[in-house]
Structures are given as structure tokens and as C-alpha cells.
């Protein structure tokens, strides 16, 4: 059976982006998007916000300005803060855990291209070039809270009762209980697991 252009960006596969199914989807993100960032009424910035996401908990606050690429592969658990400037580079899977809390600037980058120069680029059958992209799922667990301008990499996954601590740039998984910080972000502090 062949995959569907989106079910090989949610494989992690070479995909096009050209996809009449993936551009239908990218129209909508920015549509629902531009209202979110536009609208100061909270019933309306609901309404979007029902639309836009794919999961949606209790009492989640979008505070301020608002990015993201699709909109649709993004989740959110019970009451999730996320802060203004973010950026979702949602072209795979983002998952949010309950009570997480992103500071401003925060960027979250799920694509990523070869280290191979020669395989950044490929070519369709009709001759045109096309930009390789790959994409890996972010995932952040409960009780989170990310430090301002921090830069979380695809295939990352954010553990329980942690903090990132403010420009961080996280590259690989983050353990339960710790406090990271640096570039990249190593564990500089454990904490002691929630009750």
C-alpha cells in the first residue's frame, strides 16, 4: 500500500511538500493562525483554537503572538502556557504534557535535512528540485516549564518535572526531575520527583 505525502512526513520519510493534501493543510494553518493572532475576543480565540490544534486540554493560554506551519500536528494537555514569539515548526508530531509552561521566543524545530550536502536536494520526474526535508516528533511531559529563547531539535523528549533552563538549546532527551541548561543543554541540577 503507498503512503499518502503526509503519512510519510509523520514516518519520518522523504516527502513533497508540493502535496495538494499538505499545501490544503498548510492553507488552513495559516488562515486559523492569522485569526488567533488577530482576535482579542476569548470566545473566538477558543473557537480557532478548537480548530487549529489537534488536541486541546482544560485551560490552555496562547499569550501573545503565535507561530506554527500546520497547527494540526500540535497537542496540548490541561493547563498548558505558552507564552508570546513562539514558533512551531510542527511538521511532525508536537505533544505537550498537562501544566507546561513556555516562555517567550521558544522555538520548537521538528524538520531537519542530511548532513550529506549531496542529499539536501532531490529531483522530481518532471526535472524540477526539491528540498529534502525529514522530520522527527518533540514531545514534552508534565510539569514543564522552558526557559526563554530555548531551541528544542526534532526526536526530543522532555521528561517529567523539568526545567529548561532560558536559551537552552536541547538536542537530545531530557530525563525526569533535572534542570538543563546550555548549549547544548546538559542535566546541571536534579529535582526531587513530585508527589
Given amino acids: 500500500m503507498t503512503m499518502t505525502e503526509h503519512e510519510k512526513l509523520l514516518a519520518g520519510q522523504d516527502y513533497d511538500y508540493r502535496d495538494p493534501e499538505l499545501q490544503n493543510m498548510l492553507s488552513n494553518g495559516r488562515k486559523l493562525i492569522g485569526q488567533l493572532n488577530?482576535?482579542?475576543d476569548l470566545s473566538q480565540k477558543n473557537e480557532i483554537i478548537k480548530q487549529l490544534f489537534n488536541k486541546v486540554g482544560?485551560?490552555?493560554?496562547?499569550?501573545?503572538h503565535f507561530e506554527a506551519i500546520y497547527g494540526k500536528h500540535i497537542s496540548f494537555g490541561n493547563d498548558d502556557f505558552i507564552n508570546g514569539n513562539c514558533f512551531f515548526q510542527d511538521s511532525n508530531l508536537i505533544t505537550f504534557g498537562d501544566r507546561v509552561i513556555v516562555a517567550p521566543d521558544t522555538k520548537f524545530y521538528c524538520g531537519q535535512?542530511?548532513?550529506d550536502a549531496t542529499k539536501r536536494f532531490g529531483t522530481r520526474a518532471d526535472g524540477s528540485r526539491y528540498l529534502i526535508t525529514y522530520t522527527k516528533p518533540i514531545s514534552?511531559?508534565?510539569?514543564?516549564?522552558?526557559g526563554g529563547n530555548v531551541t528544542v531539535i526534532g526526536?526530543?523528549?522532555i521528561g517529567n518535572n523539568v526545567i529548561v533552563g532560558a536559551g537552552a538549546v536541547v538536542v537530545k532527551?531530557?530525563?525526569?526531575n533535572s534542570?538543563?541548561?546550555?548549549?547544548?543543554?546538559?542535566?546541571?541540577?536534579?529535582?526531587?520527583?513530585?508527589q
Fill in 38 to 40: 488577530q482576535t482579542t
Fill in 58 to 64: 482544560q485551560g490552555l493560554t496562547i499569550n501573545g
Fill in 113 to 115: 535535512h542530511a548532513l
Fill in 140 to 146: 514534552v511531559g508534565n510539569d514543564v516549564w522552558i
Fill in 155 to 157: 526526536g526530543v523528549h
Fill in 173 to 176: 532527551d531530557v530525563p525526569d
Fill in 179 to 194: 534542570v538543563v541548561g546550555g548549549v547544548p543543554a546538559k542535566v546541571i541540577e536534579q529535582l526531587k520527583p513530585l
